[in-house]
């Protein structure tokens, strides 16, 4: 099978080392792909989120099934290009992508299939929105319709900074994202994602995570991509990832079936767990970057049968064969992400580590320049180690860290503290 992975990051590395385990991938190419990626795979430039030009790559190297790792080249409709000129392809098509491209969308299809979520408002105007922050008072959240890269979310713990927040919002910080906004009760709680396959009729859940949002240790500072993860998630316990299926994930599938654009491929599902009781946050329609590390170091080769029965509505007949261990991931980043950081210093020491089915190094933002490896990115480096308990993963995961030499870099030495209180 001639594979092609559509993306850049430390997802789309850790999606490319799960497949070619499998003895079914013949040849793999990454678009753009890295200097990590590069060692193990063949990278090709390509516009990602260009319907045509993927398509046309797919026919030109002879590509058997795409994987579209980001969310950009989906919200933009390359998946259903691709359908449409007979590919087989793992990803949403444009319209059920929309579960991560537009909040109030969701949560509509929260509303129609009876979810529990927080309770909201939808706003095109400033001044309705306002009227309801007072009317409901604070802590609340106020968030940009669209796609904001992960920005468009204010926790906004008066109504003075809500109100702020909704003017920021219609005023343009956020372009187009910010041109409708919801405005959310604000849930307590812990967070935990879980990751589930859907072939448009069938869901199979396939593992849970967390990760560290928060550039600081002990989760402070500015929010980011994620400084890194672990999985599982034990907060997410079977009680409660059998009510969120339940309660959440296949009813809204159904919904979106019934109202013909079922959905395809991996749902990220942001829960918010209190009391036993989880409440959907937010769904991405993609794995998570980086929660991809710590899943295919878990899942490994089946990682492609799984994607491929998605891709072919078999999912009823695929299973998981789950392995009683724990993965860890800590993200090396520039100094100064998530604000400027400087780009092309060199990073050592990576050749000295060991890569195997329970270490690897990640790469997301590197480049490779005369035999050297070169940050050009925030996030650089996933550290990725996989053990029987979640402590020795993580021990393994830090020495790795120790050992690489890039002083122009960062990490955090708490991730994980969640699950050793
Ligand atoms: P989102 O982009 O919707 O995932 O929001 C980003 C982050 O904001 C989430 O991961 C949560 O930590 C937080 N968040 C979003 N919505 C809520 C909410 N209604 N209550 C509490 N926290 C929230
Ligand atoms: N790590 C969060 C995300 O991928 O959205």
């Known amino acids: 099978m001639n594979i092609l992975i559509l993306g850049s990051g430390g997802r789309e590395h850790a999606l490319a080392w799960a497949v070619m385990q499998n003895p079914k991938c013949d040849k793999l190419i990454i678009a753009p792909g890295n200097a990590g990626i590069a060692q193990i795979a063949d990278c090709a430039s390509l516009d990602i989120e260009s319907g045509g030009a993927v398509v046309n790559f ?20 390359v998946a259903d290009r691709l359908r449409d000129a007979g590919v087989l392809v793992f990803g949403p098509s444009e319209a059920a992508a929309k579960l991560e491209a537009s909040k109030s969308f969701t949560k509509e299809i929260c509303d129609a299939a009876n979810a529990p979520t927080a309770a909201y408002g939808h706003f095109s105007d400033a001044q309705a929105a306002k009227a309801h922050v007072r009317k409901h008072g604070a802590p609340t959240v ?17 109504e003075d900074e809500a109100i702020a927040a909704i003017d920021d919002m219609f005023g343009g910080a956020f372009g187009g994202a910010g041109a409708e906004v919801v405005i959310e009760e ?82 990220y599902a942001g829960l918010m767990i209190k009391d036993g009781v989880p409440r959907l946050v937010e769904y ?11 899943l295919m170091m878990r899942l490994g080769a089946q990682a492609l049968d799984l994607m491929q029965a998605v891709a072919e509505g078999r999912l009823s007949e695929a299973k998981v064969n789950w392995a009683d261990d724990h993965a860890i991931t800590v993200v090396l980043a520039a100094n100064g992400y ?84």
């Open 58 to 77: 797919a026919e030109e190297n002879a590509i058997d099934f795409v994987i579209v790792g980001p969310e950009a080249p989906l919200a933009a409709g």
């Open 186 to 267: 604000f849930m307590e709680g812990e967070e935990a994602s879980l990751f589930v396959l859907v072939d448009g009729e069938d869901v199979l859940a396939i593992g849970s995570a967390q990760d560290h949002k928060r550039v600081g240790e002990g989760d402070t500072g500015p929010n980011t991509g994620g400084m890194g993860a672990y999985s599982p998630a034990p907060v997410l316990t079977t009680e409660i990832e059998a009510r969120a299926m339940g309660e959440i994930v296949k009813p809204m599938m159904r919904v979106m079936a019934d109202r013909g654009m079922p959905y395809q491929g991996v749902l």
């Open 338 to 421: 998530p604000e400027a950081y400087e780009k092309g210093t060199e990073i050592k020491g990576l050749d000295t580590l060991p890569e195997d089915s329970s270490n690897m190094v990640f790469h997301a933002g590197t480049k490779r320049d005369s035999g050297k490896v070169l940050a050009v990115g925030g996030r650089v480096l996933n550290v990725t180690a996989r053990g029987a308990t979640l402590p020795e993963a993580r021990d393994r995961a830090y020495e790795m860290v120790d050992a690489i030499d890039w002083p122009e870099g960062f990490y955090r030495r708490d991730i994980g503290w969640r699950a050793f209180d």
């Open 142 to 158: 106020v968030k940009a319709d669209g796609l904001a890269a992960g920005k468009g979310v204010i926790i906004a713990m008066t």
């Open 284 to 294: 991405n329609v993609r794995f998570g970057d980086p929660e991809c590390q710590v």
